[in-house]
């Protein structure tokens, strides 16, 4: 594991066990769902309360009728007690319902509100991020706040009001044997404490490593196809199994600890019952107490130490939800890199004679000052189609990524009609470019709706129209579905060349002002290229268009083509010019068509 790597998962562990900034900022999700959460906890201290009467009703019933052999005043104890139980849980229920509905509507909000700020968040944030670690801040993190929002926190207030009404019900009986009682409290906070010390981190590693167990996995069946292609099957288990068994530790220290921590509680409850027995007995033995008060204690102190149970259970939620609202609100405070410019302030401006496209002394580098792209200068007119090639790494595709602002540059600025792309909103610029990959992207759903993903009110007719200028009509209608075909994740019952026909539906459907090819006829055979270039010389009149190509035969008929060397410029004309000169693009040319030893 790298240093780096380390040092980000050791940030995601450390941390506060409660931490109030974060608190508050959870407590602002709740919104109108503030009543909700008051009305349980109403309910909660009155289910409390009527489960409280039990003991004393107990007491009541031998003291008064059993002792005295009542049998008509007893049969009314019994009612009582009845109707008081179903009382406490009515409202545990009614209290249960209010804390579960208002959990999953702020969970909803935050659900929410991660997902959209992940839809803005910039390219280069997702290229540090696995996406099963952050599938996980979507999923099992929001989770663990739902079950502090939904039977955590309100949950606590009944434990305490619980504990100090206990207290206070066995002070008001006798004080005498309700001091004794409580003479094992110091043994119980020890034994809390140590509890808590151990267990205070163990909940922020499980998040942590349960992230990197979902982004390994999420990796591996998205690359299942080359991890067998390799045969990589037995090494990449074994690093699974490592992560899970890392997994598996960590769950299994959480659980030694509360193997220990839950019978010490009981070992403390049954010392306070044997107190309570001999206090009690002795009391008993002169008259102090009756066999009522020592039955209604020993119910008492049962009842006092499961709410000390409790609580420890939502001090394990709190570590919880505090650990993954840490790792929310990272995604959610991480500024954008890539800023947006308001749409409101847009004013569409077209300067007199300017290029479509102009790189003005552009430089750029991914990390640090490794330039990919070193001050290179060059502009596009509208209505020209131009070629960018250049080995593996020479630029090509950042040039692309730049233009659609996807990253922006460090040095120098990129012009769309004489104006700074970044003074220009994000869905108005993106929406002038028409991208189609080499590695085409495929949504669960049909045909239609793939190729409508850029226009999704687009007309069944416009569809077909466009299906049919690419050649993708070919291959759709042989499908027994035709356009309502479905098509699986990441379409991988379709063949690359038909992914490929699919983007170029895609890309075409929105009618882009400016087509960019990315390798994008790479994976098709020799002859569906031909005919979709054929398509493409049509489509591309009067519309501007950049392709990138290692396939220089594709790129011949471009109106100029520029040739990318190390993240410089180095050469720019037509096919035949730059043949003429003799330099990087005449040696790309003899090494693609075999001329070497001729030259």
Request: one cysteine or more; charged letters at 25%; proline letters at 2%.
């Amino acid at each position: 594991m790298s240093a780096k790597r380390k040092q980000v998962e050791e940030q995601d562990v450390l941390g506060k066990a409660y931490d109030s900034k974060l608190a508050r900022r959870l407590w602002g999700y709740v919104g109108d769902q503030k009543k909700k959460l008051f009305a349980s906890v109403g309910l909660l201290l009155l289910g409390a309360t009527a489960e409280l009467a039990g003991p004393w009703l107990s007491k009541i019933a031998i003291d008064r009728y059993i002792v005295d052999k009542d049998v008509s005043g007893l049969y009314k104890i019994v009612i009582i007690f009845v109707i008081v139980s179903a009382l406490a849980l009515a409202l545990r229920w009614s209290q249960s319902y209010l804390t579960g509905e208002a959990g999953q509507i702020i969970m909803y909000r935050m659900r929410r509100d991660v997902f959209e700020k992940m839809q803005r968040l910039s390219i280069p944030y997702f290229d540090r991020n696995p996406v099963g670690k952050l599938m996980t801040r979507v999923t099992s993190d929001v989770q663990a706040l739902y079950e502090l929002f939904g039977s955590g926190m309100v949950a606590i207030f009944g434990d305490i009001f619980t504990l100090i009404g206990i207290t206070a019900v066995m002070f008001a009986i006798n004080w005498k044997l309700a001091l004794l009682t409580l003479s094992v409290i110091p043994i119980l906070l020890l034994v809390t404490f140590a509890f808590r010390k151990r267990v205070r981190d163990l909940y922020r590693k499980t998040r942590s490593q349960i992230a990197n167990l979902n982004g390994y996995l999420q990796e591996n069946i998205i690359g299942m196809r080359v991890v067998q292609l390799f045969g990589r099957e037995r090494a990449n288990h074994e690093r699974f199994k490592s992560l899970s068994g890392d997994l598996k530790q960590t769950y299994l220290k959480t659980i030694f600890n509360y193997a220990l921590f839950f019978p010490a509680v009981e070992l403390v409850s049954a010392l306070a019952v044997a107190i309570i027995i001999w206090g009690g007995g002795s009391m008993m033995l002169t008259g102090a107490v009756t066999v009522g008060t020592l039955v209604a204690f020993i119910q008492y102190v049962e009842r006092f130490y499961r709410p000390v149970r409790d609580l420890a259970e939502k001090y394990n939620i709190l570590q919880a939800a505090m650990a993954a609202s840490e790792r929310v609100f990272q995604v959610l405070d991480h500024p954008i890199e890539v800023p947006d410019t308001s749409a409101l302030d847009y004013v569409e401006k077209t300067e007199v004679d300017a290029p479509l496209i102009e790189f003005r002394n552009v430089w750029f580098a991914y990390r640090g000052d490794e330039w990919v792209l070193k001050d290179v200068s060059f502009d596009i007119r509208e209505g020209e189609s131009v070629a960018v090639v250049g080995a593996t790494g020479a630029g090509k595709t950042t040039i692309i990524s730049l233009l659609q602002r996807f990253y922006d540059v460090q040095q120098g600025e990129i012009l769309l009609h004489g104006r700074n792309i970044r003074e220009i909103p994000l869905q108005e610029l993106r929406a002038m470019l028409g991208l189609v990959l080499q590695d085409v992207f495929v949504f669960a759903g049909t045909i239609a709706e793939n190729i409508r993903y850029g226009k999704a009110d687009a007309s069944d007719e416009e569809v077909r129209e466009t299906s049919e200028l690419v050649l993708a009509n070919r291959f759709i209608e042989k499908l027994p579905g035709k356009y309502a075909e479905p098509v699986v994740e990441r379409g991988a019952t379709l063949s690359t060349g038909q992914r490929q026909l699919l983007a170029f539906a895609r890309a075409l459907l929105c009618r882009p002002k400016i087509l960019v090819l990315d390798e994008a006829t790479a994976s098709i055979d020799t002859e569906t290229e031909q005919t979709i270039q054929e398509a493409i010389s049509r489509v591309l009149e009067g519309r501007t268009s950049i392709i990138i190509a290692h396939r220089l035969s594709t790129i011949q008929r471009c109106n100029r083509i520029l040739v990318l060397h190390h993240g410089v410029l180095r050469e720019q004309g037509t096919h035949e010019e730059l043949l003429a000169q003799g330099g990087i693009y005449h040696r790309l040319y003899q090494l693609q068509f075999g001329l070497g030893e001729a030259a």
